[in-house]
Structure formats: structure tokens, C-alpha cells
């Protein structure tokens, strides 16, 4: 299995921006999950699938945020519009329901809002 | 709700040295507990996980970690380490609601010194 799959690797933008980042999780995995990592608040669950249905977002930071899941395969995360404070990197991982809660991630995408 | 403590937030080493990271959990049952690590760059990467069983697990890259239950610890160790170890070291606890939640600690951040 190729792993979970994120893209871009790197993304930079203007505030006010959309920006739109991209995820496949690995198949057959249930669960699918977005973090943010920055140096001043470590790593945030912003939130979490399960069977491509939003289970809790309370970790979405602001409406500007928002994400999709259109099938088991592709989950979007957006942020409309962007803001200098959203630089961070953006980690997708997936796990296996009925396994041992074992989250696989991927690369991150770094996003750098100027 | 449980919670994930890492009281080194730098840890340095010596080449060839023996490591441990500590790791301190809470949880009121058996925990799932995992340690992940994070190369500069990267995405956090599985170790090592515990869920039942032998209280001592093996990991990859010669890692290994002992839970013991009276000090709600989950220590990380290697008997040798390599200066391509230095990485960021996450240790991570099922959530006890479910969703294959995992709360993360902050991290530990190893250095290797030649």
C-alpha cells in the first residue's frame, strides 16, 4: 500500500485566499482524521471521519475552516479565507475500525500564508 | 478524560548511548498506548504500539517500550542509539470515548551528539 497520500507538499498563498488541501486515506481504513502541527500548540486534532461522516469537528479552529469526505477514498480540508496565523503543517492520518486505534499519517502538507 | 504526559521536552544524547523517553499516561482501563516518531520534515511514523499481552514491546529501529501499570508508564528505550535517531518522539493514548482517538503527549525532541 502506498500509505496515506497528501497533497500538495507545500502550498504558500496570499491572506484571503482559499486554499484547499487534499488527502487519500489508506483503503479499506474506516477512519480519517486532520491535525495541525505548529511549534506554539504541537499537534491539534481539527477533525475525524468515520465511514466518510463527520464525527467531531470541535477542534476546527473557526468557520474558516471547513472539510468534506465524498467517499472513502478523497477528503478535502479548506480554508476560506486564509490567514497568516493558519501556517502550520496539516497532517491527514487514517486507521482501521475494530483494530487498535493505530493512526497511520501522512507527509503534512506545510502550508505558509504571507 | 486521559491525558498524555512528556516531561522532556529536549533530551541529548551521546552516539551509542542508551535512551529512554518517558512517558506518563491517565486512563481508567487498560490504555491502547503508542510512540510515534517524527523525522524533521516528515509525518509522525508508528514505533511501537501496546494494547494487551507482554508488557514489553518491540518496535522498529531497535526500539522498545515497557508498560507497567503502577506508574501509569509507558517508557521508551534503546539500548544504542544512532545519530539517525534524532527525531521528535510523540507518545500517544487510545481515547477512552472511542473513534480511534488517540491523545497525543507533546513530544520529545532528541538529539544525537557525535
Known amino acids: 500500500d502506498a500509505g496515506v497520500i497528501q497533497s500538495p507538499r507545500h502550498e504558500v498563498t496570499e491572506m484571503g485566499q482559499e486554499v484547499t488541501l487534499r488527502c487519500k486515506p489508506i483503503?479499506?481504513?474506516?477512519?480519517l482524521f486532520w491535525y495541525r502541527q505548529t511549534m506554539m500548540r504541537g499537534l491539534e486534532l481539527l477533525i475525524y471521519?468515520?465511514?466518510?461522516?463527520?464525527?467531531?469537528d470541535s477542534g476546527m479552529p473557526e468557520d474558516r475552516f471547513s472539510a468534506k469526505m465524498p467517499n472513502a477514498s478523497f477528503s478535502t480540508l479548506k480554508i476560506q479565507p486564509s490567514e497568516p496565523r493558519d501556517s502550520a503543517v496539516y497532517f491527514c492520518?487514517?486507521?482501521?475500525?475494530?483494530?487498535?486505534?493505530?493512526?497511520?499519517f501522512g507527509p503534512g502538507t506545510r502550508l505558509t500564508v504571507t | 478524560a486521559q491525558s498524555v504526559t512528556q516531561p522532556d521536552i529536549h533530551i541529548t544524547v551521546s552516539e551509542g548511548a542508551s535512551l529512554e523517553l518517558r512517558c506518563n499516561y491517565s486512563?481508567?482501563?487498560?490504555?491502547?498506548l503508542f510512540w510515534y516518531v517524527q523525522s524533521p520534515g516528515q509525518g509522525l511514523q508508528l514505533l511501537l504500539k501496546?494494547?494487551?499481552?507482554d508488557t514489553l514491546v518491540q518496535g522498529i529501529k531497535g526500539f522498545e517500550a515497557e508498560f507497567k501499570r503502577s506508574q501509569s508508564s509507558f517508557n521508551l528505550r534503546k539500548p544504542s542509539v544512532h545519530w539517525s535517531d534524532a527525531a521528535e518522539y510523540f507518545c500517544?493514548?487510545?481515547?477512552w470515548g472511542g473513534g480511534n482517538k488517540l491523545t497525543f503527549g507533546t513530544g520529545t525532541q532528541l538529539k544525537v551528539e557525535l
Open positions: 492520518a487514517s486507521s482501521l475500525a475494530g483494530g487498535t486505534y493505530e493512526q497511520y
Open positions: 471521519f468515520n465511514n466518510n461522516v463527520p464525527i467531531d
Open positions: 501496546y494494547f494487551s499481552g
Open positions: 483503503s479499506g481504513h474506516d477512519y
Open positions: 500517544a493514548v487510545g481515547d
Open positions: 486512563y481508567g482501563a487498560t490504555p491502547y
